[in-house]
C-alpha cells in the first residue's frame, strides 16, 4: 500500500480532535471513579490538574492531568490530556521521519497508565495522539519558508501488564484489540500486535513487558479522516478491553507474598518507560511538563538482585508464559 501523507490546515480540524481526545479523557476517568465506588467507603476520585504554557516558551500549549492516588482499586491512576506545539521536533519524533528534522510541530493526545492495587490486577497503558509537523503547524517550515500545510499522522494503542498471569484475561484483551481494528482492514492487528511486542521489549532485560496488545506510530496510509478514525476506534475500546479484567479479579485474595512481587515486577515497568520509551522520550526532549510525562510511574515499586522464581510458581508462570510473545487469539 502507497503510504499517504494527509494534512490539515483548519481550526476546525483541530477543534474536532480536540474535542473527541477531551471527551475520551472524562468518558474514562468516569469509568473508573464508579470502579472505585463511593467515597465513603474508600472509594478515590481523580484530581484535575489544568495547566498551561504561555507563549514565549520553547513549548506552548495546554492540557489536564487527572489523577488518582490512594484509592480502594486503583494504588495510582494517570490519564492526561495534552495539546502543545512548538517549533522543532525532538529527535525522538524524527528517527523514522529524517526529512522532517528541524520542523515545527503540532502534537495532542490522551495517555494514560493504572496501577491497581491488587496484585492479581494487571496494570494497561494506552494512549492515542496526532502529530502534525511542517508549515501550518507551528509557523513556517524548517527552512522558514512558506509550505503546503502541515503532514500529519497518528499514533497510540494499548497493552496489558499482569502480574499474575491468566489466559482469559490476555485473551479478551487481545479480542478487544482486533476488534477494534477490524472494520479498517484485516492486516492491521496481527502488525499492530507485532509491532507492540517489539516495542514494549526490555531489550536490557531481554524481556517482554507485558502480554501486549497493539501499538502503531508514524501513521497516515489511510487518509486523515480513516486513520483518524481508526485512531478513535482504539481510545474507544479501551474500556471494554480493561474494565472486564478489572471486575474479574479486583476482589481476589492475596498477602505479602504476592504484594512483593508485584512491586518487583513494578520495577521493570518503570525500567521500560524510563529507558525505552518514545513518548516519555518525546515529552522530556520538546521541554514537556515533568509532572505530567511521568504519571505513568507507580507509587511504589522495588528492586531484588538476580532475583529467581521458585520453579513451578505462579511468580515462575509469568516469565515462562505470559511474558512471551505469542497468539493469544
Known sequence: ????????????TV????????????????????????QSQGGARFRSDAWRRESGSALQGDGITRILEGGRVFERAGCGFSHVSGPRLPPSATQHRPELAGAPFE???????????NPYVPTVHMNVRMIAAGTGAAGTDAAGQAGQGPICWFGGGMDLTPYYG??????????????????FGEGLYP???????????????????????????????LGFEQSLAMTQSVGDAFLGAYLPIVQRRMHMGHGERER?????????????????????HFGLQSGGRTESILLSMPPLAAWSYQREPQPGSPEALLTERFLQRRDWI
Open 15 to 38: 477543534a474536532r480532535v480536540r474535542g473527541y481526545l477531551e471527551g475520551l479523557q472524562a468518558r474514562i476517568t468516569s469509568a473508573l471513579e464508579d470502579i472505585e465506588g463511593p
Open 166 to 183: 491468566f489466559d482469559e484475561d490476555a485473551v479478551h484483551f487481545h479480542r478487544a484489540c482486533r476488534d477494534a481494528l477490524a472494520p
Open 191 to 221: 502488525r499492530f500486535k507485532t509491532w507492540c511486542d517489539e516495542y514494549f521489549y526490555l531489550k536490557h532485560r531481554n524481556e517482554q513487558r507485558g502480554v501486549g496488545g497493539i501499538f502503531f506510530d508514524d501513521f497516515a496510509e
Open 107 to 117: 502534537a495532542m493526545g490522551v495517555s494514560l497508565v493504572f496501577h491497581p492495587r
Open 260 to 280: 512483593e512481587f508485584q512491586l518487583y515486577r513494578r520495577g521493570r515497568y518503570v525500567e521500560f518507560n524510563l529507558v525505552w520509551d518514545r513518548g516519555t
Open 1 to 12: 500500500m502507497t503510504t499517504q501523507k494527509p494534512t490539515f490546515n483548519t481550526a476546525d
